[in-house]
C-alpha cells in the first residue's frame, strides 16, 4: 500500500470531496435521462401511430439532448467504478461480497443493453425497419430503468442492510432476495424514478418554453411543453405522497436520520414541528426556530402526543444536523414550487392556448428545478446515514485510505476543472439546441 | 469436479479486457487521426465510430468491474498504485466523450475547440493506458528505468491504437480517405513494429519472473510460435495495406483482422507472462478472490447474460456494416 504522509482525517475529508464530487456530478444525467429514455419512447410511438412530422422534429431534437446527457453520464459513470475501489477499500474489503455482485449484475443487465441500442436509436433510424427501431428505443428506457434497480438496490441495503450472513470473518449474502428487496430499497426506488420523471418533464418544458421564446411559435414545442407539464403535473402529487411513506420507512429504520432532518435534539412527546431554524450542531439546539406545536409527532406519527426519539437517543453516532436540515427543506420547497408550476401550467395550456410569455420565462427557470431538489434529497439521505457507509457494519471513516493525500488532491483538481467545463458546456449547447428550434 | 471460480473468472477479465483494447482502441486510435484529416474526412471518421463508441467503453467497465468485485482485494492495491494515471486516462475518456457529443452541435472555433479536445482526449487516454501496462508488469516498482519503461510502453500503445483506428478506416471508409488511412497504417505498423521489439527485449530486464518464464528451453522453442505469429501478422498488415493501394478493391478487412491478431497475440504474451499472478509478483488471483458465494452468484448472471450481450452487439455491427456515411442524427 501507498503510505500516507498526511493526516488521515485530511485524507479521508478529500476522498470524500473527490467521490461527493464525482457522485453530485454523475447523479445529475442518469437522474435525466432514466425518464427521459421513457419519454423519447413516447415520442416515438406517437410519431409511428401518426406519421406527423412534428412528432418527428420532436423525437430528433430530443434525442440529441438524450444523446448529450447520456455521454455526460457514461463518462462521469465510468469514473465511478474505478473510484468504488480506490477512495473506498475498506468498502469493498467488508461488504464486497454483496456490493461487487449487485455492480456486477447492473453492468450486465443494463450498461450494455442501453450503450448498444443506444447506437441503434441514435444513428440507425433509416437503417432499419420501423418497428426494430422502436424496439431499439424501448430497450434505451428499459436499460436505464434496470440500472437504476441495480444501483439503488446496493445504495438501500447500504442503508437498510439485510440477508447478509457471516462467514469465517466475511460478510456474505445469506438470501440474496432479501439484500436486493431490503426494507427501504422499495420507497427509495420509487421515490427516485418519479424525481427522474419530475427532473425529466421539467427539462422538457422548460426547453420548449425556450424555444418558443427564442425561436417563435411552433407546433412541436407547443406538444412537449404540455407533454413536460402534464407529466410534471401527475408526478407532482404522487411524489409528496410517496416521499411521505418514504419518510415513514426511515422512521422505522433509521430514526436518527429523521432526527436530523427535522432537527430533533431531546427525545419527547409532542414534538413541535420546526418549520425553520439554524440548528446549532456544537450546542445541540435550535437558533431562531418557528415551529408549530406537536407539528413533527402528527406528521410522523400521525398522532399529536406521540413520543419521538432526539439526537440525544442516539449520539455519539449522529449525522451533523444542519446540512440535513437545510437540504430536506429545499427539498420539500423545490417540490412544493415544482407542482404548483406544473399545475398552473396545465391550466395555462388548456386547450391547445399559449401561456403568457412571463409563464414561459417561468416554465424556462424551472428547467433545472429537479436537478436541485434531487441533489438536495441525495444530500438528505447520504448525509442522513453518517458516521455509517453501511449502517451498523461499516463507518465511513474505517473505509478510506490506500491513496496518499496529494494524490488525491491533484486528481480532485482535475475533476474539478473538467466537470466546470463539461457542465458549462452541457448547458451552452442544451440552451443553444432549444434557441435554435426542432430545425437544429 | 468442482469449478475453478477465481480461474473462470480471471479468465473472464482477460476477455473483457482484450475486447476492450481492441474495440475501445479503435476508436481512440480514430480520435488520434483526426488531425491528419481535412474537415469532411473528420465527419466520415466521427460517424464511422458514432454508434459503437458508448458501448466499447462499457468493456473497460466491465473489466475493471470484475477485478474489483471478483479480486477486490487486487483492486485496491492495483488501482491505488495507478491512481495517477488512471486519474489521467478517466479526465481523457470524459473529454473525449463529450466531445464527441458536442463538436457535432458546434459551430466556427467551438466545433475546432471539440475537434482538438477529442484529439488530446483521446491521446491522453491511449497514453495513460499504456503506462498503466508498463507501471503493472513491472510489479509498481518505483526507479528511473521502470518509469522508461512505463513511457515506452505508453507510447507504443498510442502507435498500436493509431495501427487499430487507421485499418478500421481502412475497413470502413473508401476513396480519398481509404487512401489517407493506408498511408497511417504503414506508418502506424512501423511505429507498432518498433514499439513491440523494444517493449519485447526490455521486458526480461525489468522483470526477473517474466524473463524466467520465458527463458526456459525447450519451452522457449514452443513459445517463439508467438513473436513468430506476430511478425507474420504484421507482414499481413504491410502486405494488403500493399495490395489495397495499388487499387485492389477487395479484402479491405484484412489489415483490421491481423491488427486484431496482433493485438490478442501480444495479449496472449501477457497473460502468460503474468499468470497465476493478479499483482505481479506479489497476489495470485485465488489469492485476491471474493467469497464463492459472491462468485457464483455473478457467474449465474453472466451466463444468462454473455450470449444476449453477444447477439446484440453482433446486431449493432450488422446494422451498421458497409461503408461508413457522413451526417449522423440522419
Known amino acids: ?440 | 469436479m468442482s469449478l475453478d471460480l477465481p480461474l473462470v473468472f480471471a479468465a473472464l477479465m482477460g476477455l473483457a479486457i482484450l475486447l476492450y483494447v481492441v474495440l475501445d482502441g479503435y476508436d481512440l486510435g480514430v480520435g488520434m487521426l483526426m488531425p491528419a484529416a481535412d474537415a469532411r474526412e473528420q465527419e466520415l471518421m466521427v460517424a464511422s465510430i458514432g454508434p459503437f463508441w458508448d458501448a466499447n467503453e462499457t468493456w473497460l467497465v466491465l473489466g475493471v468491474g470484475i477485478l474489483l468485485v471478483a479480486f477486490p482485494a487486487a483492486h485496491g492495491i492495483v488501482l491505488g498504485a495507478l491512481y495517477l494515471p488512471v486519474a489521467a486516462m478517466l479526465i481523457g475518456l470524459m473529454l473525449r466523450g463529450v466531445a464527441f457529443e458536442f463538436r457535432v452541435k458546434a459551430e466556427g472555433w467551438h466545433r475546432e475547440l471539440w475537434n482538438w479536445l477529442f484529439w488530446f482526449g483521446s491521446f491522453l487516454a491511449s497514453f495513460a493506458q499504456g503506462l498503466m501496462l508498463g507501471r503493472y508488469i513491472t510489479g509498481f516498482h518505483s526507479g528511473f528505468g521502470y518509469y522508461l519503461f512505463a513511457m515506452l510502453v505508453g507510447a507504443s500503445l498510442c502507435g498500436g491504437y493509431v495501427l487499430l483506428g487507421a485499418t478500421w478506416l481502412i475497413f470502413k471508409t473508401e476513396g480519398a480517405l481509404q487512401k489517407k488511412a493506408l498511408a497511417w497504417a504503414r506508418w502506424g505498423l512501423i511505429w507498432v513494429a518498433l514499439g513491440v521489439a523494444l517493449v519485447s527485449l526490455a521486458t526480461p530486464f525489468v522483470s526477473t519472473t517474466v524473463q524466467a518464464k520465458w527463458f526456459d528451453f525447450p519451452r522457449t522453442l514452443a513459445l517463439m510460435l508467438l513473436p513468430a505469429a506476430t511478425l507474420a501478422s504484421g507482414w499481413l498488415v504491410w502486405a494488403t495495406t500493399g495490395r489495397l493501394r495499388r487499387g485492389e478493391r477487395e479484402w479491405d478487412w484484412m489489415p483490421l483482422a491481423a491488427t486484431v491478431a496482433i493485438f490478442a497475440l501480444a495479449f496472449a504474451g501477457l497473460a502468460y507472462s503474468l499468470f497465476p499472478y493478479v499483482v505481479m509478483d506479489r497476489m495470485t488471483i485465488w489469492e485476491a478472490a471474493s467469497h464463492p458465494s459472491a462468485l457464483k452468484f455473478m457467474l449465474v448472471g453472466v451466463a444468462i447474460v454473455l450470449p444476449f450481450l453477444i447477439a446484440y452487439t453482433a446486431f449493432a455491427y450488422r446494422v451498421f456494416r458497409g461503408k461508413a456515411r457522413a451526417g449522423l442524427y440522419e
Open chain 1, 1 to 440: 500500500m501507498i503510505s500516507a504522509p498526511m493526516d488521515t482525517s485530511d485524507v479521508l475529508l478529500l476522498a470524500r470531496a473527490q467521490f461527493g464530487l464525482n457522485i453530485a456530478f454523475h447523479i445529475l444525467f442518469p437522474s435525466l435521462t432514466i425518464a427521459l429514455g421513457w419519454i423519447l419512447f413516447y415520442f416515438r410511438i406517437r410519431y409511428a401511430r401518426s406519421g406527423d412530422p412534428a412528432w418527428l422534429a420532436t423525437y430528433k431534437l430530443w434525442t440529441k439532448v438524450f444523446a448529450l446527457s447520456f455521454a455526460m453520464g457514461v463518462v462521469s459513470g465510468i469514473t465511478m467504478s474505478f473510484q468504488f475501489g480506490t477512495n473506498w477499500p475498506g468498502y469493498m474489503h467488508k461488504v464486497g461480497n454483496i456490493a461487487g455482485p449487485l455492480l456486477a449484475y447492473e453492468v450486465l443487465t443494463a450498461f450494455f443493453l442501453e450503450a448498444t441500442f443506444l447506437g441503434v436509436m441514435l444513428f440507425g433510424m433509416n437503417r432499419v425497419p420501423g418497428w426494430v427501431h422502436i424496439f431499439a428505443s424501448a430497450m434505451v428506457a428499459i436499460g436505464t430503468t434496470v440500472s437504476a434497480f441495480w444501483i439503488l438496490a446496493l445504495n438501500s441495503w447500504m442503508q437498510t442492510p439485510a440477508g447478509h450472513v457471516m462467514d469465517g470473518g466475511q460478510i456474505i449474502a445469506g438470501d440474496w432476495l432479501q439484500v436486493i428487496f431490503n426494507p427501504s430499497f422499495p420507497y427509495r426506488i420509487i421515490h427516485m424514478l418519479l424525481a427522474s420523471g419530475l427532473t425529466a418533464s421539467f427539462v422538457v418544458a422548460g426547453l420548449s418554453a425556450w424555444r418558443l421564446l427564442r425561436a417563435g411559435d411552433d407546433v412541436s414545442a407547443r406538444k412537449t411543453l404540455r407533454t413536460g407539464l402534464v407529466l410534471a403535473a401527475v408526478l407532482a402529487p404522487l411524489q409528496v405522497w410517496v416521499g411521505d411513506l418514504h419518510g415513514l420507512n426511515t422512521l422505522e429504520h433509521q430514526p436518527a436520520k429523521i432526527a436530523a432532518m427535522e432537527a430533533i435534539w431531546t427525545t419527547g412527546k409532542g414534538v413541535p414541528l420546526v418549520l425553520f431554524a439554524i440548528p446549532d450542531d456544537e450546542k445541540r439546539r435550535n437558533d431562531f426556530s418557528i415551529e408549530i406545536p406537536k407539528g413533527a409527532s402528527w406528521i410522523l406519527k400521525h398522532d399529536g402526543e406521540a413520543e419521538l426519539k432526539g439526537i440525544d437517543a442516539f449520539a455519539p453516532d449522529v449525522p451533523p444536523v444542519a446540512p440535513v436540515f437545510f437540504a430536506f427543506r429545499v427539498m420539500v420547497g423545490m417540490g412544493v414550487l415544482m407542482l404548483l408550476a406544473a399545475w398552473g401550467g396545465v391550466w395555462a395550456t388548456r386547450r391547445g392556448m399559449l401561456p403568457q410569455r412571463w409563464m414561459l420565462w417561468t416554465f424556462s427557470a424551472f428547467t433545472f428545478a429537479g436537478w436541485i431538489a434531487t441533489l438536495a434529497g441525495w444530500l438528505v439521505t447520504e448525509i442522513g446515514r453518517q458516521p455509517w457507509l453501511v449502517a451498523g457494519i461499516l463507518r465511513t471513516a474505517d473505509a478510506a485510505g490506500g491513496v496518499s493525500g496529494a494524490q488525491l488532491g491533484a486528481s480532485l483538481t482535475g475533476y474539478i476543472i473538467t466537470y466546470t467545463v463539461m457542465l458549462l458546456a452541457y448547458m451552452v449547447v442544451l440552451t443553444h439546441l432549444a434557441g435554435k428550434g426542432a430545425h437544429a
